[in-house]
RNA sequence: GCGGGCGUAGCUCAGACGGUAAGAGCGUCAGGCUGUGGCCCUGAAGGUCGCGGGUUCGAAUCCCGCCGCUCGCCCCA
């Protein structure tokens, strides 16, 4: 057969089969914010363009080369200038906005929220890389103190450990202020090094000398890799509140026993990172390795017009949650999708089992019937796919008797039980093999 | 944007130096058991062999183009 339409490229349908496994990660990330004391946030699925140039940085790729514009579509609607709206790209500026807006940041000293939410970017696709994913995400804001560091990290270390993610290693570094003399001192060194090794780096790290000179430590060009093995690292260069600061960060996970690996190239590549920056890696994952990645944006509120206001969060790809269970043979949940099937066995019982139907399914219970008119034989297999534990039987002999057949399917035994009681043994039932 | 790999039934895949038949397993449906699931057995439905063109007496198989998927670069979750 073929299909006259499919999914856009770079997305994935999530099929009913599928859902328990995703239902399963939302709720156990869900629980480990509540825990915390993070409460959900959502926000809209597009959001004006400016956002992002302003927070995500303009020479950054998302800017650049990976957003969705929406716009209105027909000869009704000529395109405004003033209409420039973006699928979200990333979760933070989105969540800062909403927080700004609203005046939350006026009513608590600290907001810490959480958001599930779909991400866009215009990638080309491969492994664990979509053009439509999933994130989970935290935000905390209000506060400098390295503490709040570690309680986000703690967060994320927490879920990925509990959702079946383990496996992971988390790398630590922290890129500096805006201060005169951390990082924009530290940028002076970098070009200053790398300028003198200029003619052997890569085409794409000379513009970015000039552009971002912190993204040229993460390229993976073999010639830019040996030059910036012995560039100066923005460890090295922190001003004493960010020496002070990081070295906080790594006593309060040192104190909570969780281990990560100082990565002096570790630079993320959205502009409004400060400070501590954190990538969770999982080695089973392939080139796309990152599986929650986040750090400190203490100058992303007042770029967006507020007060001074420090804040620290992470994003976690859900997709790629997904792939590290796979990689780590975590088995699929499953559920069954009824408790009980109505089988009629004779035309006659066809209005008592459509008032059953529906009394037991007002009662609460997950309940289904036949609707193709299929021999019992054909109704039983599909009572037994559907994973019924109970199969209820109609026919002209229960008619005569005024009663119902149950069958436990789970144990192969079947019993009369009176119509009228029914409904409230089967609760009893149900209720006691779940 | 640039490379590599792959497109045969709903799914997973056989079949390929071009030639006697479009196949298997799973799934679906029906029957064996005319009121009873899982196991087993029998049968059935389901395919323009991604699309278009070319070579040839003959193409799922060879060639070209397109489309799609996939993996990598890049970037990131």
Not at 286 to 300: E, F, I, K, M, P
Not at 374 to 385: N, P
Request: charged content about 25%.
């Amino acid at each position: 057969m073929t299909v006259k339409f499919r999914a856009p490229r770079g997305t994935k349908d999530i099929l009913p089969d599928d859902i328990a496994e995703w239902r399963l990660v939302e709720e156990t990330f869900r629980q480990w914010c509540t825990r915390y004391g993070y409460r959900e946030i959502r926000t809209p699925t597009f959001e004006d363009m400016g956002l992002f140039e302003r927070t995500v940085g303009e020479t950054s790729d998302i800017v650049q080369k990976q957003m969705f514009a929406v716009m209105p579509y027909g000869s009704r609607h000529p395109i405004g200038e003033e209409e420039r709206w973006i699928l979200r790209p990333e979760g933070t500026a989105p969540v800062a906005r909403a927080l700004l807006e609203h005046g939350l940041l006026q009513q608590f000293p600290i907001v810490k929220v959480f958001y599930i939410a779909p991400i866009f970017r215009y990638e080309r696709p491969q492994a664990g890389r979509l053009r439509q994913h999933h994130q989970c995400g935290v935000e905390a804001i209000g506060s400098s103190s390295p503490l709040l560091d570690v309680e986000v990290i703690a967060l994320g270390f927490d879920f990925l450990t509990s959702v079946g993610a383990d496996g992971f290693v988390i790398n630590l570094n922290s890129i500096g202020c805006l201060n005169e003399n951390c990082r924009p001192r530290y940028r002076q060194a970098l070009i200053a090094y790398l300028q003198s090794h200029e003619q052997r780096l890569c085409e794409d790290c000379q513009r970015r000398l000039y552009t971002n000179p912190l993204r040229v430590l993460d390229c993976k060009e073999e010639s830019c890799q040996t030059i910036v093995k012995d560039a100066p690292m923005s460890v090295d260069f922190l001003c004493d509140e960010c020496r002070e600061h990081f070295d906080a960060v790594r006593k309060g996970l040192d104190e909570l026993g969780i281990a990560y690996e100082l990565n002096g190239r570790l630079v993320r590549g959205l502009d409004y990172y400060t400070r501590t920056v954190f990538e969770f890696v999982h080695p089973k994952l392939g080139a796309q390795s990152t599986v929650l990645g986040g750090g400190r944006y203490d100058g992303l509120i007042e770029e967006l017009g507020g007060n001074p206001t420090p804040g620290v969060g992470f994003g976690c790809g859900i997709e790629r949650v997904l792939l590290v269970r796979e990689a780590n043979a975590q088995p699929k949940p499953k559920d069954a999708i009824v408790d009980v099937f109505i089988a009629v066995a004779a035309d006659a019982a066809k209005d008592a089992a459509l008032k059953l139907l529906y009394e037991l399914r007002r009662a609460g219970i997950r309940t289904e019937c036949d609707y193709l008119d299929r021999s019992l034989k054909a109704q039983m297999r599909y009572a037994d796919k559907l994973g019924a534990r109970f199969v209820l039987i109609l026919g002209d002999e229960e008619l005569r008797e005024n009663v119902v057949t149950v069958r436990d399917m789970q144990k192969s035994e079947q019993w009369k039980e009176p119509s009228d009681k029914i409904a409230s043994s089967l609760m009893a039932l149900v209720t006691n093999s779940s």
